[in-house]
């Protein structure tokens, strides 16, 4: 699969912080019920630089994770960062989804977080993933949904900002707003029992520890880190993108609101 030129999270220095700061923002809110029994084997799908791998493999310290993604560099940077955490529960490789090394039925569960988000093909991803669960194995999804944010207070520019973004992806052959979809992805994949639960972030001045983490260093940052690619691919001009991004950056004033979901699926 090509990624050089199109839109992924993930592949410069910037973003990697990016998603350090929303993996420790994000910890308690999307983790905290993921805990896997001593012993199990857990694959990590598009693991990236080992963001929300280090929370896993702490909160199931017993047991095993194969983390893979696609980016030798991603991959490199990962293991380095479970070193420097004192991490020992878990092995990196590269690989591809579509072409992974591993013998059918031979994982206990299947992790994925922001992932699906970024490929043309995510049922085909997920049934190549159930193909590796043992069965009764759990596949756990996570994904944002782009469509899900609002705010105090609102502005149309700040919405066309968000829009850039999601309409680059979506030129990538991904879906921002793919959270919305995953019951009915992992349906079509196949999965029996689906549960989804939305995890909604809200954000007032009353958390400063979200303002700062999540509007401010993870989502006005991510809508921030297209500017070049939206101006670029015309879809819309300086002006109005850079007011967008002041508009999501006065949503973090003392007066105002952010709100974004999550979707979190575990299906078995
Ligand atoms: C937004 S990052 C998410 C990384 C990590 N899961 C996290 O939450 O911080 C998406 C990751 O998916 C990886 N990826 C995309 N397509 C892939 C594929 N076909 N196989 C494996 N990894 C892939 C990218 O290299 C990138 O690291």
Redesign the pocket.
């Known amino acids: 699969?090509e990624?050089k030129n199109s839109y992924?999270?993930?592949y410069d220095l910037k973003e990697n912080i990016r998603?350090q700061d929303q993996?420790s923002t994000l910890v308690e809110l999307l983790h905290s019920d993921t805990i896997y029994p001593a012993g199990s084997k857990i694959l990590e799908?598009?693991?990236?630089?080992g963001?929300?791998t280090l929370t896993l493999a702490r909160n199931s310290p017993e047991a095993l994770f194969t983390s893979?993604?696609?980016?030798e560099h991603?991959i490199l940077t990962a293991r380095l960062n479970a070193e420097a955490a004192g991490i020992t529960n878990v092995r990196f490789d590269q690989?591809?989804?579509?072409h992974l090394p591993f013998e059918p039925n031979s994982f206990d569960h299947v992790f994925v977080?922001?992932?699906l988000e970024?490929?043309p093909l995510p049922v085909e991803a997920l049934k190549i993933l159930k193909s590796h669960l043992k069965i009764g194995g759990s596949m756990t999804v996570i994904e944002g949904d782009h469509g899900s944010a609002y705010f105090f207070p609102d502005s149309e520019s700040a919405h066309k900002a968000i829009s850039c973004q999601v309409e680059l992806q979506k030129r990538s052959g991904g879906n921002a707003n793919i959270g919305r979809e995953l019951y009915p992805l992992l349906h079509e994949a196949g999965f029996g029992t689906i549960h989804v639960s939305p995890r909604l972030v809200y954000v007032d001045a009353g958390k400063p520890e979200l303002v700062e983490g999540f509007t401010k260093k993870t989502f006005t940052a991510m809508i921030e880190g297209v500017r070049e690619l939206a101006l670029a691919a015309g879809l819309t001009d300086k002006n109005t993108f850079d007011k967008g991004i002041q508009d999501l950056y006065r949503t973090t004033e003392p007066d105002g609101v952010f709100c974004y979901t999550f979707f979190k699926a575990v299906a078995f």
Do not use: N, P
């Open positions: 699969m990624l992924v999270h993930g998603l993996a799908a598009g693991c990236g630089v963001a929300q893979v993604d696609i980016s991603s690989g591809d989804i579509f977080c922001f992932v970024h490929l």
